[in-house]
């Protein structure tokens, strides 16, 4: 089992900045990939960023530029560092990881973060 815990979401303003952090415990050895989704009020859930053991990175399109993903494996956490915020990307950010066990791959999630930008 890998538990998660997000921290760092609020209410800022568009331009403004922000980081989430998201730290792992548990089975963290498993860990492969950590990342960060989004839902908004009457949306999906939506893929913002991943980032593998070796630090290899993905965003959203629509975050590409503006977002940063990065890892501490010391610390067994992953932070988003959110810039030029913008009110569309008011929603609940889901920090996840997926891990292995033997053959089986398992995807974990935290417990969300509201980030709310005002205009």
């Known amino acids: 089992q890998v538990q998660l815990v997000e921290s760092g979401g609020g209410l800022v303003q568009a331009g403004e900045s922000l980081r989430l952090s998201c730290a792992a415990s548990g089975r963290v050895f498993s860990i492969n990939v950590m990342g960060w989704h989004r839902q908004a009020p009457g949306k999906q859930r939506e893929l913002v960023a991943v980032i593998t053991n070796g630090g290899s990175t993905n965003y959203a399109g629509s975050v590409k530029g503006r977002f940063t993903i990065s890892r501490d494996n010391a610390k067994n956490t992953v932070y988003l560092q959110m810039n030029s915020l913008k009110p569309d990307d008011t929603a609940v950010y889901y920090c996840?990881?997926?891990?292995?066990?033997?053959?089986?791959?398992?995807?974990?999630w935290g417990q969300g973060t509201q980030v709310t930008v005002s205009s």
């Open positions: 996840h990881a997926e891990a292995e066990a033997g053959s089986l791959t398992y995807r974990y």
